[in-house]
Antibody, heavy 118, light 106 residues
């Protein structure tokens, strides 16, 4: 069955970067785009961007263009998101999600909680 | 960006019919999708393309609409449906989500 396994919770200092992972299994990794979504205050959701595991091509929400960097390692079926220059506003949950035809999210990872604190 | 507006909360009794609305600030054609998120869990896809039921989702859930006005209907509501429901559009870049409607059972 399809699974997206995300890295564990992270505690980072203000101004630092964090790199989180999303390891896919149960399907052909290069057949589906992987997206990242931020959930703030346990409520609102924001689309950060996506990466095409086949080509490595990316597309970012303008709001996160200078904040997020998506990369892929096809050999391990893993997508990474690096989030830089962290502030307290980045202390949220980050989900990876698979999309169908780049259109909607049919499977979601369990999320990675990031806490930014000195 | 396309803003999606949802009512913040609803309370219904089990067995009733509930409609959750989502209004877009500009047309999204049928590029609207619905998710259910229970407390402490990741979102789960219910409806894609405005009206298509995701495999494995009970037929009590249905979706309708096109353009700017969309509806998710649950009929009948069951106790297990307590959750927050989000709409999401993928017609306009960037993809955006509604603020979520929290459904509580009386």
């Amino acid at each position: 069955q399809v699974k997206l396994l995300q890295s564990g919770a992270a505690l980072v200092k203000p101004g630092d970067s964090v790199k989180m992972s999303c390891k896919a299994s149960g399907y052909t990794f290069t057949d589906h785009i992987i997206h990242w979504v931020k959930q703030s205050h346990g409520k609102s959701l924001e689309w950060i961007g996506y990466i095409n595991p086949y080509s490595g091509g990316t597309n970012y929400n303008e709001k996160f263009k200078s904040k997020a960097t998506l990369t892929v390692d096809k050999s391990s079926s893993t997508v990474y998101m690096e989030f830089s220059r962290l502030t307290s506003e980045d202390s949220e949950i980050y989900y990876c999600a698979r999309s169908i035809a780049g259109w909607y999210f049919d499977f979601w990872g369990p999320g990675t909680m990031v806490t930014v604190s000195s | 960006d396309t803003v999606l507006t949802q009512s913040p909360a609803l309370a219904v009794s089990p067995g009733e019919r509930v409609t959750i609305s989502c209004r877009a600030s500009e047309s999204v054609s049928t590029g609207m999708h619905w998710y259910q998120q229970k407390a402490g869990q990741q979102p789960k896809l219910l409806i894609f393309g405005a009206s298509n039921l995701e495999s494995g989702v009970p037929a009590r859930f249905s979706g309708s609409g096109s353009g700017t006005d969309f509806t998710l209907t649950i009929d009948p509501v069951e106790a297990d449906d307590t959750a927050t429901y989000f709409c999401q559009q993928s017609w306009n870049d960037p993809w955006t989500f509604g603020g979520g409607t929290k459904l509580e059972l009386k």
